[in-house]
């Protein structure tokens, strides 16, 4: 049975949508726990499960824009989001963003696929690995987190067209695939630019979320959104997120990073493979 026949404008199957909706609150609790949006799980899962990668390329980088607005605000207002750092970091992911959204129909579909598996394992393998340095190195790493404590960033010639050229490059990846990719960002902004952690995570989403909301505009232009699928997916997404924020702390955040990690790891794997059923 599909929702069309409950009268819903939708060609998903009502099993489908009540496993989608389950998803998407388990992925919202576990990102509202970490402070990320996730869609580097919530996109895998769709295309697992058969949503075209259009489809589910559309629908995930809206939710995670949306999702992060009330972030994005709190730490706009906190003094968390700097202009300078926006204008250098993100408006050449803003542009790339829309145009990997507006151009993603022009790329063989399993390219798209096999780059989203490459980026989400690569992003599954730094988790796991973070863990293990964080359960580690404890102490050094916040030796080395007290070293950027207040800074604003060091934006040198050199510093300022390698952040830039970067984050285009992410940025156009992300909006042509779907995702946000603020996890790839994040490291960029502090390692790069050398910023505040937490200044860097301020500005990151606040640009992934203008990021996402952009390439979503450039999906649309060119693919009819699944409505149904997006109210679906957002609803539980804020609703986990929320209630996953509220949980923050109370969790080991190695463990958490660790079943993060093992839990990404293994959707790249799965999107590699099936990329690579089209070319075997």
Known sequence: MLL??????????VWLAGLLLALS???GLLGGLIGLSLGTMRLPAMLMLGVPLPIAASANIFVSSVVGITGSYRHFRDGRVKLRLVAIIGVPAFVAGFLGGYYSNQAPVNILIALAGGLILWQGIELVLLAYRRRRDSGSEQAHEDQLEGSVGQFTVARTIGGAGASFVVGLLAGAIGLVLGSVR???IIRVMRVDPRIAAGSNLFIGMTMGALGWLGHVLHTRPDLALLVILLGPAIVGSYYGAKFTGRISINLLLLVMGI??????????LRASTAFF
């Open 186 to 188: 994040l490291p960029l």
């Open 25 to 27: 609150l388990l992925v």
């Open 4 to 13: 069309s026949d409950l009268g819903i404008p939708s060609d998903l199957a």
């Open 263 to 272: 839990l990404l790891t293994g959707s790249g794997c799965m999107m590699l």
